[in-house]
């Protein structure tokens, strides 16, 4: 059985960044995009595409053999929409979810599991702390 750890390097306007570590192997997952063409790089190596002016895909199944001769298969989510980082005021990508078969190994923003809305968090906390609940 297959061993998979990813993390979360990078996650910028434009750009996703993991780190991807199959049986002790460390690889690099990117997703870039372009003004006509969304690109998904393994180890530098284009491996999906996604082209259009508007619409474009947002799901990647991808079927990669590694440099060490294993085959791993992952279904690769990114959710262009922006999203504003709450302390940098900087734009990113909305949510990025990493899959195998068995589990998810990333889940962030709005491709996460059950998160509260931020502001909604805020205002529950506000309410108990003027004793208003």
Partial sequence: MTEFHASLLQRAWRKVDVKLAV???MHILRWRRGFFVDEVLFDERRVATAQGLF???SVFGLDIETPGGARVKFVFMVDAAPDWNDWTGSMRPG???LET???ALIS?????????EPFRELYDRAITALGLS
Avoid: F, I, T
């Avoid at 962030?108 to 509260?116: F, H």
């Fill in 23 to 25: 049986d002790g192997e």
């Fill in 55 to 57: 619409g474009r895909e």
């Fill in 95 to 97: 949510g990025v979810r």
């Fill in 101 to 103: 078969a068995e589990r």
């Fill in 108 to 116: 962030v923003g709005s491709l996460g599991g059950e998160r509260p």
